[in-house]
C-alpha cells in the first residue's frame, strides 16, 4: 500500500486492510528502531490497529455466533458443523474458530502496542504533542477492547502489553495472568485513555469512528461491571462522563438505529465503518433472508422460538419488528417448521446485504446500552427509584409503558427486569451470554431453555455447567506454548 493512499484513507478514517502492516512475528531491534520515525508512519500504524475490527472475524460477525447463538437468542441455522457446536455448547480446543480469534485478537493487541511504543520516539515537526497524546489514547482504548473480547471469551489470558522483539522461549512463551490482572490492566489503560482522547473530533463520522474520551468512559463502565468483583461506583463515575460529553450522546428513534440509514449517529459512541465494495461488510449476507439477498441458501444465526415469545410476552412491537423479520423459506428449519414452505424469524439489525459487500456498520458500544448500565449499576446500589427511571427511558422509547408496581417491587425483581429489557434492546448486538454470566444466570437460563427439535420432538439438552462459561484454549496455541496451561 502506496505510503500517501493510506495517508489519504487515515484522514477520511476508512480503515482499509493494513493487517500485513504488521504482525506477530518478532522483528529485530534493528527494523523496529527504524520502522516509525515520522507522523505519516504512526499514523499508518494506527489506521492498521483500527482496521483489525473490519479484518477480524470476531467483531464482522461471529461475535453474534459466541455471544447471541451461544446463548438463548439464536439457533446456528445453515450447515456448518463447527457452527452447530457452538449453538450445543460443544466447543473443542481443536475448534477452528478459537485459534482464528485467539491470534487475531493478539494480533490487534501487538499493533496497538507498536504505535504506543513508537509514537513518543517520534521527533517529526508534523506530529505535535497534542496528536501524540491522542494517539496514544487511541491505541490504549483499542489495547483494552481486545483485551476485554479475550477476557469476556476466554478468562484469564497472557497479558502482553510490549512487542515481541525476540525469539527465545522466555520472550514468547508467556502464561496466562489473573483474570482480576486483565480486568486492572484494561480499567487502567482506560482512564488514562479517557485524560487523553478528546470528546469530538468535529465530524460526527470521524468522531464515531474514532476512540474519544466518551468511548474511554463508557469502555471502562462496561469492564467494572464485567469484572469478578464488580465496581458499581466506578461504572457510575464513568457512565456521568459519558452523560456529560461535548458529544451530546441521546437515544434516537429505536427504528432509525438498524435502518441502514443513519451512519454515526447520535446514539452511537463508536462503530465499525463500512463503505461497501472492497470496504464491505460480509456479516449480513449470512443472515439476512433471501428477499433481501437474492439468494436461496439456508441461513445463519435465526432467532429462537424463546426469543420472540419474549419479544411477544413484553408486547414490544417496535423492537421486534426493527430487530426480526419473518420469511416463508423452501428449507427445511428443525425449529421452526420441519418441513419446506415454513415461515421463520431473521435476524434484521442489519438491512443490506449487497453480496458479502455491506455498507451497513456496525455499533461497538451505544448510549442505549450505557443507560441499561447505569440502571444496573443503579439497582445494585440500592438505588432503586433512580434505576426504575433508567429502565423507563428505554422502555418508553420503545413505546411501552413505564415498569409496573409488581415490576419494580425489589431489587432481585427489578435486576430481572433489567436483563430482560436488555436482552430487547441489545438482541444481534452481541451482548446476551455477557449479560447472562455478569448476572450469574448462565447456567440456569441454558439449562431451563426449553427448545424442542421438530424432527424429533424432543427438548435440547444444553448441559450447561461452570466449566463452560469460558472459551477453552484453542489447541494450537496449547501445543506451540507449553507456558499455558489447558
Known sequence: MKLNTILIILGLLLFTNCDDFLDLTPISEETSADAYTTASQIEAALTGSYESFQSSEYYVWDYLLFQDMRADNNYAGGDNPEIFAIDFLDIAPTHSRLFTHWSNLYNAISKANVVLE???????????????????????FLRSYHYFTLAKLWGSVPLITSSIKATTAESVNIPKSPIED????????LELAATLLPDTYGSSSITKARATAGAAHALAAKAYAQQPNPNYDAVLAHIREVENSAAGYTLINYSELFDGNNPNNAESIIE??????????FGPQLL???????????KFVTPS??????????????????????EQVQWVDEFWGNSAGSTIPFSYKWKNANGFAS???????????????????LNELNQLDAAVIEVNRIRNRAQLPDLTDTQKSSKSVLKQNILKERRLELFQEGQRWDDLVRYGEIITTMNNLLEIDLRTNTAINYNMTASKIFLPIPQQELDRNPALEP
Do not use: C, H, M
Request: aromatic share 8%; glycine share 6%; hydrophobic share 40%.
Open 182 to 189: 486483565i480486568y486492572a490492566q484494561i480499567t487502567d489503560d
Open 305 to 326: 422460538v424463546d426469543l420472540i415469545s419474549a419479544f411477544d410476552a413484553e408486547e414490544d412491537t417496535v423492537r421486534k419488528n426493527a430487530s426480526i423479520l419473518f
Open 272 to 281: 465499525v465503518q463500512y463503505l461497501g465494495g472492497n470496504e464491505g461488510n
Open 359 to 377: 455498507p451497513d456498520n456496525t455499533y461497538l458500544i451505544r448510549y442505549g446500552d450505557i443507560v441499561l448500565l447505569k440502571a444496573e449499576a
Open 118 to 140: 513508537r509514537v513518543n520516539q517520534i521527533s517529526d515537526a508534523q506530529l505535535t504533542d497534542e496528536r501524540k497524546a491522542q494517539i496514544r489514547g487511541e491505541a490504549l
Open 288 to 298: 439476512l433472508p433471501p428477499s433481501v439477498t437474492g439468494d436461496t441458501w439456508r
